[in-house]
């Protein structure tokens, strides 16, 4: 078994620092949130009744946060795309942005070029590549950042961008001193679940010791159901692990009838609830229920409580710990968080392909 407390394994496993840049997250949401604030914006772009997100990957996972917590805070709704083409409801006063962390992704590409053929409101989110340029040649604005690394690495800047974009247009109502509340918490996850911090006083590291060898499985609700998808597409991509997620209440209408088979989740499977104090007092009770069921098929399981005033501090704090807990996973299973050799060999394998 690996050991955790022991420097050498991040050298050994960690060459590319993927851990350093989790834990420079609410570094990356302070600037990102300033550029957004900073970026021009006509009034036209406030005048709309719907936002479509066109992104991939790391570069979308922001726009499902940003989703989650307009359905609490949001004059207008939100929708998340993730294809090459366009919703048929992209109209005259649907506010179209795309998200691209290289500005290079072919299915984001294809949709943002069928936007620039509408009267649709636009604006683009990337560090460079053709989208910027592509956006620039149609005098679309662009949030540019600059960052290297890993596109889901890049997450304060792709999520924090957004939510700083929509704050200032109106479209999310975002307090500043929300903003201020979620750099100090997540400042205090870093602290709290940093490679320094032992095992025994690390909830993070001790969470990827039960989660080796299991099939994992993690549980939100409300504005925590989007950080649930965080959570399986990070163990994904750093720890290489195939994951599951679900939303209550949702899932005690199906999931929780799929206990039974394969007969091995009683030995192997290992399910992670993800709660925090803003969820309807009645997905509180659901909590206690579904883990009488997963008690009862004698499969492991834990719920984890995130604190914060603000749906978004509750938001990024669960965050953040998961993107701790995936990279420790990956450590314990001997890989390096950074490479993900499936995604660039479906690139390579796509670019050889003609359509």
Same mark, same amino acid.
């Given at each position: 078994m690996v050991n955790l407390d022991d420097p050498q394994v991040y050298g050994k496993y960690d060459a590319s620092g993927m851990l350093k840049e989790v834990g420079g997250l609410s570094r990356q949401c302070t600037e990102a949130w300033?550029?957004?604030?900073?970026?021009?914006?006509?009034?036209? *772009?406030?005048?709309?009744?719907?936002?479509?997100?066109?992104?991939?990957?790391?570069?979308?996972?922001?726009?499902?946060?940003?989703?989650?917590?307009?359905?609490?805070?949001?004059?207008?709704?939100?929708?998340?795309?993730?294809? *090459?083409?366009?919703?048929?409801?992209?109209?005259?006063?649907?506010?179209?942005?795309?998200?691209?962390?290289?500005?290079?992704?072919?299915?984001?590409?294809?949709?943002?070029?069928?936007?620039?053929?509408?009267?649709?409101?636009?604006?683009?989110?990337?560090?460079?590549?053709?989208?910027?340029?592509?956006?620039?040649?149609?005098?679309?604005?662009?949030?540019?950042?600059?960052?290297?690394?890993?596109?889901?690495?890049?997450?304060?800047?792709?999520?924090?961008?957004?939510?700083?974009? /929509?704050?200032?247009?109106?479209?999310?109502?975002?307090?500043?001193?929300?903003?201020?509340?979620?750099?100090?918490?997540?400042?205090?996850?870093?602290?709290?679940?940093?490679?320094?911090?032992?095992?025994?006083?690390?909830?993070?590291?001790?969470?990827?010791?039960?989660?080796?060898?299991?099939?994992?499985?993690?549980?939100?609700?409300?504005?925590? /159901?989007?950080?649930?998808?965080?959570?399986?597409?990070?163990?994904?991509?750093n720890s290489k692990n195939l994951v599951v997620s679900e939303c209550l209440p949702e899932l005690n209408h199906n999931a929780v009838v799929g206990y039974e088979f394969p007969s091995w989740l009683s030995d192997k499977g290992f399910v992670v609830m993800l709660r925090c104090p803003s969820l309807h007092p009645r997905i509180a009770a659901r909590y206690q229920v579904t883990a009488e069921l997963l008690a009862d098929a004698r499969i492991a399981h834990e719920t984890i409580d995130f604190p914060g005033e603000s749906l978004l501090g509750q938001m990024m704090s669960a965050v953040a710990f998961g993107d701790y807990v995936s990279c420790y996973l990956a450590m314990l299973n001997g890989v390096d968080p950074s490479p993900v050799k499936a995604i660039d060999y479906v690139k390579k394998r796509l670019a050889e392909v003609d359509s």
């Open positions: 300033r550029n957004a604030l900073d970026l021009p914006l006509a009034a036209a *772009y406030s005048d709309i009744d719907m936002v479509v997100i066109l992104g991939m990957g790391g570069s979308a996972i922001g726009g499902d946060l940003l989703r989650g917590l307009a359905l609490h805070t949001g004059r207008v709704p939100v929708l998340v795309h993730r294809d *090459y083409d366009l919703p048929s409801s992209v109209g005259e006063r649907t506010l179209v942005i795309a998200s691209s962390y290289s500005g290079n992704t072919e299915e984001t590409l294809s949709a943002f070029s069928l936007a620039l053929r509408t009267p649709a409101r636009k604006l683009a989110v990337t560090t460079g590549g053709r989208l910027k340029a592509l956006a620039e040649e149609n005098a679309v604005p662009v949030l540019h950042f600059q960052y290297e690394g890993q596109p889901r690495a890049a997450f304060g800047f792709s999520f924090f961008s957004l939510l700083g974009m /929509c704050h200032k247009l109106g479209i999310v109502a975002v307090e500043p001193k929300d903003v201020r509340e979620t750099v100090t918490l997540l400042e205090g996850v870093a602290a709290r679940l940093g490679p320094d911090v032992p095992t025994e006083a690390n909830p993070a590291k001790k969470l990827a010791t039960r989660l080796s060898e299991r099939m994992i499985l993690v549980y939100g609700a409300g504005i925590l /159901c989007e950080v649930a998808l965080r959570w399986k597409s990070q163990l994904n991509e």
